[in-house]
């Protein structure tokens, strides 16, 4: 089965909203993982956030493990965020999401 | 700042040949992987390794060899390449199954 489900699958904004994106795993965790792909497909790490919260600019990144949950926050978004941002958590093995395809229009 | 670097970045074979992609990462990581990424699927992951000359076999490895000669290196090997490998390859490291990812630039494969 799913062992990571991503939501939403899209998003659409306008610079200077926030955005929030979830992800949602099905089993215990070791780590709990962030990337950004840009649109040419090279993989950016974003968080690295097995519990708690992280801040890096304009992104926060919270992990709550017993609610086996994660979640990304964009705020103030602008046209370079656009991309694809998938989260990943391991146990003994690495599970990724299918990602969140993020469009910030101008 | 953790390093890892694929070669060839962009490859064109024709069906039924001889693929080399090549990972060096000098981070001195335990743990390497080679993932494939299509439309609609995802990453997936093909093989990993723990070790040099240690190989485990992934999700998706019907078609694929690798071999990890190094601490160093990893690489995955398709010798009979088909149609339906065309795909956006990524090798990645961590010091263990639970440590950070790091990846590389990403090898684009295309079989005609």
Redesign the interface.
Known sequence: GQQVQQSPASLVLQEGENAELQCNFSTSL??M?W?YQRPG???V?LF?N?SGTKHSGRLTSTTVIKERRSSLHISSSQTTDSGTY?C?Y?????F????TQLVVKP | EAAVTQSPRNKVTVTGGNVTLSCRQTNSHNYM?WYR?DTGH??R?IHYSYGAGNLQIGDVPDGYKATRTTQEDFFLLLELASPSQTS?Y?CASSEG???????G??S?LTVL
Do not use: C, M, V, W
């Open positions: 070791n780590s993982q990337f497909g090279s993989l790490s690295y097995p998938l990943a391991s146990n003994n093995r690495i990724f999401g299918d990602g | 992987y990424q995802g990453l992951l956006l990524f199954t639970g440590g950070q990812l790091y990846f630039e990403g684009k």
